[in-house]
């Protein structure tokens, strides 16, 4: 059941990635009139929501099904990802996208511990002594094998961080533009 779950994660995590890629080459290059980028800027907010969510049941998944104990790092992303399912709810609500600000910066930061947590992990950078304080998990510590080379749990949540942090930039440069979004 781990295995397969851990797979399930792991082929998001690419799918996320790939889906980043494009929206950005997309963005950037004048492509904005692709149906892919369209469809994406149309129902980002909806996204976002199902990323931060997967992204805070699988952690949720990982800790108390599992029984991995998340380490000082882990909490710090868990920080900045728990917020996000409240925060774009509000915005799927409201409709107006004005959370798009919070979700984008809550990201950005946790995507920044995310790729330190991930770089420690597949040995780019030594374990930090803030690691070892307190009785939480060891940082450096390996639960999800690396899956095609090099997808770890970090590297899941980065992803989804930086999909997140995306989206909402788009959506950023679609109100800049004096496009309302969908009602």
């Not at 980043?20 to 129902?43: D, M, P, S, Y």
């Not at 920080?79 to 990201?107: C, H, N, R, T």
């Not at 770089?119 to 450096?140: K, N, R």
């Amino acid at each position: 059941m781990t295995q397969l779950f851990n797979l399930f994660l792991a082929t998001l995590t690419i799918a996320a990635q790939i889906i980043t890629v494009v929206i950005l080459a997309l963005h950037f290059f004048g492509k904005r009139e692709n149906f892919f980028f369209k469809l994406w800027e149309k129902h980002g907010l909806l996204f976002s929501f199902l990323i931060v969510l997967v992204g805070t049941i699988g952690s949720l998944i990982y800790s108390d099904v599992f029984g991995y104990l998340p380490c000082k790092l882990c909490w710090f992303e868990r920080i900045f990802m728990y917020p996000q399912v409240v925060i774009l709810l509000v915005a799927l609500k409201k409709k107006d996208g004005s959370e798009l600000f919070y979700a984008f910066w809550l990201s950005i930061l946790g995507a920044a511990i995310s790729l330190y947590h991930h770089l420690i992990q597949i040995g780019v950078f030594p374990e930090s002594g803030f690691c070892s304080i307190g009785a939480t998990g060891d940082c450096s510590k390996l639960f999800v094998s690396t899956f095609f080379g090099y997808v770890t749990i970090p590297m899941m949540a980065f992803s989804a961080f930086i999909l997140v942090a995306v989206t909402a930039y788009v959506g950023f440069a679609r109100q800049k533009n004096n496009v309302t979004l969908p009602q």
